[in-house]
């Protein structure tokens, strides 16, 4: 795998943390955390996991599959 295609999922790993951060964060009790609030943010991290799943797509058909057929001696 070169190394800008590991690059670009590792960066999409950190992505996710992140959203996963912030629905943690949204389970915290708080005063000031209204239903009509809690459906914003959850709407925000639905796109940003849309974005991230759309980013995974892009990288996995970025590269040739040739180096896994070598390797594993079969057709992928």
């Not at 590991?6 to 915290?28: C, D, F, S, Y």
Request: no cysteine; charged share 30%.
């Amino acid at each position: 795998m070169r190394e800008t295609t590991q690059a670009h999922i590792r960066k999409q790993g950190v992505a996710i943390a992140e959203v996963r951060g912030a629905l943690q964060a949204l389970t915290e009790p708080t005063a000031w955390a209204s239903k009509q609030y809690l459906q914003q943010r959850i709407a925000v991290m639905e796109e940003r996991l849309s974005i991230i799943q759309n980013k995974l797509t892009e990288i996995e058909f970025s590269e040739s599959l040739e180096w896994l057929e070598d390797k594993a001696g079969i057709e992928a």
